[in-house]
């Protein structure tokens, strides 16, 4: 991950993003301190945390702090999950108590946050949780495993406690996966095939998780590897024996999440895609094959990849206004329901998303898309501009259709919602391609903020206001949804550009791809707004220089960190987070404020990428709506 510790920027650019209503980049506060406040605390960027994740010496000083966490999650109000500044306050309060150092921090962290979960954890049935190990528990120079894209098959050799935990686990009934990271658990999760996770990690890989399991709502129970080191790791065993084989009924009601809603937003996609979905035309002679060959693509597409985001958005903003019952259901078996003229309207924002994708993928030429490769170069440019085209006309009849039920008023407000967004997309996508390559160098930050609210935020707009417009008049949320998706919308595409620079970038396997390209970024403009004499005549050059990709792509990375630009970008992203928030501050219901700042942290979500995984998953039927890469979205 590209650093994004803070730091200031010239008062030119400060006055250039107020105007667009970015926000101001003030001097940092540095402090690891949290607020007093407990939900919806800010968290810092780009802070070194490896001095806060020691794990205690002796057991019996681990055993006192997890003793002790367990009394003090019990004044913990459990109606609602609590993100990681939150759980960092509690854990810097508990150590204050018991007099332990800043260094058991994370130790703590997951500590407290074991103890918030245990009771939910231990009355879910075997056969619905998740048993999730290290691979580096394994003998390290004897395993005879072999690694597949799941992770690391164990022969059961014996000759460590990985065989020993996976043979009674899958005996009880669990599922278990010997694998590291939050992505594929979390599509495990939504996926409904299992309610609960036991993970055994490093506080390196916990702290990674952290923030999405916790902010999602999954009772999960963490035993902390006793280092990070990699190989032939440590842990207490008798904390996995404790929870392993122990089932508990639960007499108190269950923490409210989101799982339920993703869950229902993944149905969609699967078992319900023939009722809001039907197909309208059949193969059946070579013509008719030839006839109904478009919309089985777009169709396909439609099941590809990414997170959902925009149709869970719509849902979980319709759930929030009428009563958030949808946060309630923790089971599988009784996913919240939503009338068919709702469930179409989110799944149209879906079409308008993926017939975007389609588009942009041909006008990048990317490659690859959900690590496959793109549509264009599957079927060739023209049936893709005209599958991308079919999934517009998808996305508004699926509106169309339920006009009778939505009310004429409300179905058109939605629909000209939508063609506003489709218009402003349309707006930026047009203005990044005329300032892609050597136009690239007219860029200012300003240039880069606004195409970015043109490009992404109209998207995130039309999903919550037609969420909330289906419940009835908009009066209370007509200015605050515009705004509040502004600012979600260019920290997401910032965020975006800075995981451009990951090593293999998530969804397209090619680092550096908009660097490559030139694209209009506002990394680029940073870097134009501040470069002077030499740096910036190398600064252009690089633009207008037909260098190699890879070559360009270095030397910008290394003019980029002299000039501080992922800093200043990270920057941003704070502060279009703070701005969100602000926002969100002032709606009501409770449940949609709830739902703005879960949004806001899984849209500005700046934790490490994984490659996307290939689409074949350790369970059937999965789909992925919050992992952990924000270009899929
Ligand atoms: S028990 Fe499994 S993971 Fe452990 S050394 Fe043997 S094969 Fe490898």
Same mark, same amino acid.
């Given at each position: 991950m590209i650093s994004a510790t803070l730091a200031t920027s010239s008062d030119d650019l400060r006055a250039e993003r107020d105007a667009v209503d970015v926000g101001t980049v003030e001097s940092p506060d540095t402090s690891p301190s949290v607020s007093d406040s407990e939900r919806g605390d800010k968290p810092r960027r780009g802070r070194s945390t490896s001095h806060l994740k020691l794990v205690p010496d002796t057991l019996d000083l681990r055993d006192a702090i997890r003793e002790a966490a367990d009394r003090y999650a019990t004044q913990l109000d459990k109606s609602r999950p609590f993100n990681k500044a939150a759980l960092e306050m509690h854990s810097r309060t508990l150590l204050d108590q018991i007099s332990q150092p800043e260094c058991y921090l994370g130790f703590a962290m997951v500590l407290i946050g074991n103890?918030?979960?245990?009771?939910?954890?231990?009355?879910?049935?075997?056969?619905?949780?998740?048993?999730?190990?290290?691979?580096?528990?394994?003998?390290?120079?004897?395993?005879?495993?072999?690694?597949d894209e799941f992770g690391l098959d164990c022969e059961k050799c014996g000759a460590c406690s990985i065989a020993d935990y996976k043979v009674r686990a899958e005996q009880l009934g669990y599922k278990v996966l010997v694998a590291e990271g939050s992505p594929v658990v979390l599509k495990?999760?939504?996926?409904?095939?299992?309610?609960?996770?036991?993970?055994?990690?490093?506080?390196?890989?916990?702290?990674?998780?952290?923030?999405?399991v916790l902010l999602a709502g999954v009772p999960s129970y963490a035993v902390p590897l006793h280092s990070g080191d990699c190989k032939n790791t440590k842990l207490d065993e008798s904390w996995v024996w404790h929870c392993l084989d122990k089932y508990v009924p639960l007499v108190e009601p269950k923490t409210s999440g989101y799982v339920p809603l993703m869950r229902a937003?993944?149905?969609?996609?699967?078992a319900q895609l023939d009722e809001i979905l039907p197909l309208t035309r059949q193969g059946g002679s070579a013509g008719d094959s030839l006839l109904a060959e478009t919309e089985s693509i777009a169709r396909n597409w439609m099941l590809k990849g990414g997170k959902r985001l925009r149709p869970f958005i719509t849902l979980a903003a319709n759930d929030a206004v009428t009563g958030a019952s949808g946060l309630q259901s923790t089971s599988a078996g009784s996913l919240p329901q939503f009338s068919l003229e709702v469930r179409r309207t989110a799944m149209a924002m879906e079409a308008f998303?993926?017939?975007?994708?389609?588009?942009?993928?041909?006008?990048?030429?990317?490659?690859? #898309?959900?690590?496959?490769?793109? &549509?264009?170069?599957?079927? %060739?440019? =023209? !049936?893709?501009?005209?599958?991308?085209d079919y999934l517009i006309g998808m996305g508004y009849r699926l509106i169309s259709q339920g006009r009778r039920e939505l009310g004429a008023e409300?179905?058109?407000?939605?629909?000209? #919602?939508?063609?506003?967004?489709? &218009?402003?997309?349309?707006? %930026?996508? =047009? !203005?990044?391609?005329?300032?892609?390559?050597?136009d690239a160098v007219k860029l200012t930050s300003l240039d880069a903020i606004k195409l970015y609210a043109l490009k992404t935020s109209p998207a995130?707009?039309?999903?919550?206001?037609?969420?909330?417009?289906?419940?009835g008049p908009m009066d209370a949320y007509e200015a605050m949804v515009p705004t509040f998706c502004r600012h979600i919308g260019v920290g997401f595409q910032i965020l975006n550009d800075l995981l451009d620079w990951e090593e293999i970038a998530p969804n397209k396997l090619v680092a550096g791809r908009d660097a490559e390209l030139a694209k209009p970024t506002l990394l680029l403009a940073l870097a134009l707004d501040t470069a002077k004499g030499a740096v910036r005549e190398e600064l252009v050059g690089l633009i207008n220089d037909p260098l190699t990709a890879l070559d360009r792509t270095e030397r910008?990375?290394?003019?980029?960190?002299?000039?501080?630009?992922?800093e200043r970008a990270g920057t941003l992203v704070d502060k279009c987070r703070s701005r969100a928030e602000a926002v969100a501050d002032e709606v009501q219901p409770e449940a949609l404020r709830q739902l703005l700042y879960f949004l806001i942290d899984t849209v500005l979500d700046h934790s490490p990428a994984a490659p996307t995984p290939s689409s074949q998953t350790p369970f059937p039927g999965l789909l992925p709506i919050l992992g952990n890469t924000v270009g899929a979205m």
């Open positions: 103890a918030f979960w245990k009771q939910q954890f231990l009355a879910i049935p075997f056969e619905r949780r998740l048993l999730l190990l290290p691979h580096c528990l394994k003998h390290a120079d004897g395993c005879p495993a072999e690694y495990i999760i939504v996926s409904g095939h299992v309610d609960g996770i036991l993970g055994v990690a490093c506080l390196n890989v916990l702290e990674k998780a952290i923030d999405k937003s993944n149905e969609m996609f699967e998303h993926k017939a975007s994708l389609v588009h942009d993928d041909i006008q990048d030429n990317d490659p690859y #898309r959900y690590g496959k490769e793109t &549509l264009h170069r599957q079927y %060739g440019i =023209g !049936a893709a501009i005209n599958v991308g409300a179905a058109s407000d939605i629909l000209d #919602r939508l063609a506003n967004a489709h &218009l402003k997309l349309c707006e %930026g996508q =047009g !203005a990044e391609l005329r300032w892609t390559g050597a995130f707009e039309a999903a919550l206001y037609a969420g909330l417009r289906m419940a910008l990375k290394s003019l980029y960190h002299k000039l501080g630009v992922f």
